[in-house]
């Protein structure tokens, strides 16, 4: 038999736990895709329109805690950026619920960020008054890259918690 490899009937059933988590992880996953798509294809005017409610939202927020308004472009660039950490978020979640090496595996969702921040640029090109920017590209994988290092340091706080309790039970006995 080849290493690693269990017989059939000794084979590990998974748990619960693990499919519940899978869904709801890539249920994220795709709702986020879907809803950076979902912006790309606003034509400008409604683009433009969202952006200035949340221009107004954010400038009446800072303004509480005594910070400058900031312009429609910061706006912009801020929503693309959270958007993609929101996506690298769950890229890392959705490789840890499916894999024991998520480090190990790491260039599938940076690879995968980046193949979605390319198409939602492409996408830009074909709807009216939208253009498309390699700089976009470019702080939509930074913002790729800063949600997987979120979810990485997360999961690895919660991996090293899991070891110290399973060290501390041995320390009792």
Not at 83 to 96: H, N, P
Not at 109 to 127: H, K, R, S
Request: proline fraction near 3%; glycine fraction near 6%.
């Amino acid at each position: 038999m080849p290493k690693g490899k269990l017989p059939l009937e000794t084979k590990r059933k998974t748990s619960p736990l693990v499919i519940f988590a899978r869904i709801l992880f890539t249920g994220c996953l795709v709702w986020s895709i879907w809803f950076i798509f979902r912006n790309s294809l606003q034509i400008a005017q409604a683009s433009g329109a969202q952006s200035q409610r949340v221009q107004e939202l954010l400038n009446a927020l800072a303004a509480r805690v005594g910070l400058g308004p900031f312009s429609l472009h910061t706006v912009r660039k801020m929503a693309h950026f959270a958007e993609f950490a929101l996506q690298g978020f769950w890229f890392m979640l959705c490789l840890r619920v499916y894999t024991r090496h998520f480090v190990r595996h790491v260039s599938w969702p940076l690879f995968c960020g980046l193949l979605v921040a390319v198409i939602d640029e492409t996408i830009q090109l074909y709807v009216p008054g939208r253009t498309s920017s390699t700089l976009d590209v470019l702080l939509d994988f930074s913002g790729v890259v800063s949600g997987l290092f979120v979810a990485l340091v997360i999961l690895l706080f919660f991996r090293m918690c899991g070891i110290l309790w399973r060290n501390r039970e041995r320390e009792i006995e």
